[in-house]
T-cell receptor
Framework: SQKIEQNSEALNIQEGKTATLTCNYT??????LQWYRQDPGRGPVFLLL???NEKEKRKERLKVTFDTTLKQSLFHITASQPADSATYLC????????????WGLGTSLAVNP | DAGVTQSPTHLIKTRGQHVTLRCSPI?????VSWYQQVLGQGPQFIFQ???????GRGNFPDRFSARQFPNYSSELNVNALLLGDSALYLC????????????FGQGTRLTVV
């Protein structure tokens, strides 16, 4: 069956450390994968998009990797800050005619001062 | 420049009633997608419209319908509301149907009692 899985448990880290979040998928062949941040009661906010032919993408303190062999994406936040505390969602393109993004359940990140 | 706007922000309805949710995309964006997000879950795709045509449909019953207007704004209609329809309904706009980031509104919190 098709699945997209993110770290099921909340991640607690100390301010200044690097947070690493995982997104694994099964039985999909996405053309691209996206990461979003979501705060309670708000809509998701786009962070990064990485295509299947890209290994790594960076934006300021954020880095995403995409390994289509392992069927995995890693999302890193370096020099984390308490303001980075939120739920982080990965979404992949379900290549096909349905045009829909498939979303993980999200990983809750708490950065402690 | 205004982002994606949704109305209303909160709504309480009784089982069996009908509801209409509205979304105005970012200026220049022709694609609007609707998602349902239940607490603790990732967004679930409902519909995508592009240039006033339905381009994708998720696994939702026929009680859910949508349309897009000439100005690219969109409505999501849900008939015969069930308790299980209680959720955050998100609208996302994008410049293309695939391969680009989605910009989300703040959502409409629907509670069915």
């Amino acid at each position: 069956s098709q699945k997209i899985e993110q770290n099921s448990e909340a991640l607690n880290i100390q301010e200044g450390k690097t947070a690493t979040l995982t997104c694994n998928y099964t039985n999909y062949s996405p053309a691209y994968l996206q990461w979003y941040r979501q705060d309670p009661g708000r809509g998701p906010v786009f962070l990064l998009l990485i295509r299947e032919n890209e290994k790594e993408k960076r934006k300021e303190r954020l880095k995403v990797t995409f390994d289509t062999t392992l069927k995995q994406s890693l999302f890193h936040i370096t020099a984390s800050q308490p303001a980075d505390s939120a739920t982080y969602l990965c979404a992949l393109d379900n290549a096909g005619n349905n045009r829909k993004l498939i979303w993980g359940l999200g990983t809750s990140l708490a950065v402690n001062p | 420049d205004a982002g994606v706007t949704q109305s209303p922000t909160h709504l309480i309805k009784t089982r069996g009633q009908h509801v209409t949710l509205r979304c105005s995309p970012i200026s220049g964006h022709k694609s609007v997608s609707w998602y349902q997000q239940v607490l603790g879950q990732g967004p679930q795709f409902i519909f995508q419209y592009y240039e006033k045509e339905e381009r994708g449909r998720g696994n939702f019953p026929d009680r859910f319908s949508a349309r897009q207007f000439p100005n690219y704004s969109s409505e999501l209609n849900v008939n015969a509301l069930l308790l299980g329809d209680s959720a955050l309904y998100l609208c996302a706009s994008s410049s293309k149907t695939r391969g680009t980031e989605a910009f989300f509104g703040q959502g409409t919190r629907l509670t069915v009692v």
